[in-house]
């Protein structure tokens, strides 16, 4: 029950996010004096509407989203106020016949929106929700995330996962995990009566350990258990080295003994570190700097990941790096409510408005960035010719542009549907 109104609750957050997104455009466009006549939330069937002060607010049956009509957004615009009798292009009040600085500040609006909520979003988290404390992972138990069947002697990159090559149980050691049993969520508490506080401490012993039997101890829910193990040594990487696996070179490499597990550090472990209102601020600005670059890199990174979002639909495993919809998204803050971790969850809110900030601005029709690109085209283009004593060459025909755009729409619409199916089929899961 709580799973599904952590999702239900996460997909409201969502839809007015984008509401919001909408209300920007609108209350900008009215600011500057540009007509607009509706601003509704969702789509479809009207459920209630109202009219105030010449515009018309209401609330439609799906709730995917939300818009608003502001009159002459093209010069093309051939809609009738049945007020004025005009059509959009001859309203003295059309979005067109505004200077390119006002049009670009109110297509921009709704992005900006993105961006405020993420930021709030992320001043908040920081101040006064709190984040595990990373500095103390050192410090928490060391409990098993998931176990390999061997280690591997030497220290190799697989350039085809872009990570640590596995080890081939044929020729290499067993690793003491496969000895031990050792399963997910297991928590390991002492080597041979040296007890374990955290990941450094379990690092330390192995390294004093290689080539012994040792007895581990270590507890699987309530029970406390125990059993030997030969530990192996093995090349790893320094745990002072944070580069990415491609990245490693010999001097990051050291010998030492593995269990063969991974660690699984919950936040739920960690300390929480809150910063306060002023200090809150700079962490939020540290944040929305790295969040910012990873989602340039996540947009680089979507033609590659295509196929694997495809294999996903068929059955093969998904990928947690594979795109994801707003109802992959609302599945995983459901989980991250259920579990309690509103640290993950909030920073998921705002990874996500960022995302829709920056995407929306993309200087590609049907997004808010590509009205502003014609908008800035047509003033060059215009102060090119007054330059070279030419007439004006005019506006841009949007109808010119719509095998383009509908060829825009097709692909978004193929993509949403591959990530809404496989986030149907087969979603990612914390779990």
């Known amino acids: 029950m709580t799973f ?34 509706r601003y509704f ?23 995917f989203g939300a818009f608003v009509k502001i009159v002459g957004m093209t010069p093309q615009e051939e809609d009738i106020d049945p007020e004025t009798g005009k059509s959009g292009a001859d309203d003295p009040k059309a979005m067109w016949r505004f200077p390119v600085w006002k049009r670009t500040i109110v297509m921009a609006a709704g992005s900006i929106t993105h961006f405020a909520l993420a930021l709030i979003t992320l001043w908040i988290l920081f101040s006064f929700v709190g984040v595990p404390d990373v500095a103390k992972a050192n410090a928490v138990p060391v409990r098993v995330g998931t176990t390999s069947p061997c280690v591997s002697p030497t220290y190799q990159y697989d350039p085809t996962t872009k990570t640590q090559k596995t080890c081939d149980p044929a020729t290499d050691p067993q690793s003491p995990a496969a000895q031990l049993g050792l399963q997910p969520g297991d928590i390991i508490l002492a080597i041979d009566g040296h007890a374990i506080g955290g990941n450094q401490a379990l690092r330390d012993e192995l390294k004093n350990d290689v080539g012994k039997t040792v007895t581990v101890q270590y507890k699987r829910g309530e029970e406390t258990l125990s059993g030997t193990a030969k530990i192996p040594e093995a090349q790893r990487v320094k745990s ?57 890199e996540s947009f680089k990174a979507i033609p590659q990941r295509i196929p694997n979002l495809w294999n996903a639909i068929f059955g093969a495993e998904r990928d947690p790096d594979t795109p994801v919809s707003v109802v992959g998204a609302s599945r995983i803050g459901g989980e991250l409510f259920e579990l309690g971790d509103w640290a993950s969850l909030l920073s998921l809110f705002a990874t996500l408005n960022l995302f829709f900030g920056i995407f929306n601005l993309f200087p590609l029709l049907p997004m808010d960035g590509g009205h502003i690109a014609i908008a800035w085209f047509e003033r060059v283009r215009s102060w090119i010719a007054a ?31 591959l990530t809404v199916t496989a986030d149907f089929v087969n979603p990612i899961t914390l779990k």
């Open 4 to 37: 599904v109104l952590g999702i239900v609750l996460f997909a409201l957050g969502i839809l007015i996010a984008v509401a919001i997104h909408e209300a920007g455009h609108f209350w900008s466009a009215r600011w500057f004096g540009m007509k607009a006549t």
């Open 41 to 63: 939330i969702g789509f479809g069937p009207t459920i209630f509407a109202f009219k105030r002060n010449g515009v018309e607010y209401g609330l439609k049956a799906l709730p």
């Open 240 to 296: 002072s080295v944070t580069k990415t696996a491609d990245q490693i070179t010999a001097d990051d490499l050291e010998r030492g003994g593995m269990l063969g597990i991974t660690v699984d550090i919950r936040s739920s472990d960690l300390p929480v570190l809150r910063y306060g209102a002023l200090d809150g601020a700079g962490q939020t600005a540290s944040a929305t700097a790295t969040l910012v670059e990873r989602t340039f």
């Open 387 to 417: 330059r070279m004593g030419r007439p004006d060459p005019g506006r841009v025909d949007y109808y010119k542009l719509a095998p383009l755009t509908l060829a825009m729409i097709g692909v978004l619409g193929v993509f949403v549907l």
